[in-house]
Nanobody
Framework: QVQLVESGGGLVQAGGSLRLSCLASGRTFSSYGMGWFRQAPGKEREFVANISERADSTYYADSVKGRFTISRDNAKNTVYLRMNSLKPEDTAVYYC????????????WGQGTQVTVSS
């Protein structure tokens, strides 16, 4: 069982930056692929970015490519999402998720952290 706790959300002006963190419980964090997703009001949850177990591979949604950076620190059981050049359309609840089987099926989810970007 893995528990994930996100933090770092908040209110920021357009063009600003935030860094989200996701702390994972358990001793097998380094064996999980990790992802960030988001859900805006009235919309379905969408993929944002993911990172492989050893951080040697990352992948981004086109909407955030070049602005967001996913990273991880396995010694700290933490995955990060650095968000630069934020836009009002980035407003959403952001969730981190863990993929233990490596098949892109994220079995474990955090509770989410709100990011609001004002124009």
């Amino acid at each position: 069982q893995v528990q994930l706790v996100e933090s770092g959300g908040g209110l920021v002006q357009a063009g600003g930056s935030l860094r989200l963190s996701c702390l994972a419980s358990g001793r097998t964090f380094s064996s999980y692929g990790m992802g960030w997703f988001r859900q805006a009001p009235g919309k379905e949850r969408e993929f944002v970015a993911n990172i492989s177990e050893r951080a040697d591979s990352t992948y981004y949604a086109d909407s955030v490519k070049g602005r967001f950076t996913i990273s991880r620190d396995n010694a700290k059981n933490t995955v990060y999402l650095r968000m630069n050049s934020l836009k009002p359309e980035d407003t959403a609840v952001y969730y981190c998720a863990a993929d233990s089987a490596g098949g892109g099926l994220y079995e474990y989810w955090g509770q989410g952290t709100q990011v609001t970007v004002s124009s």
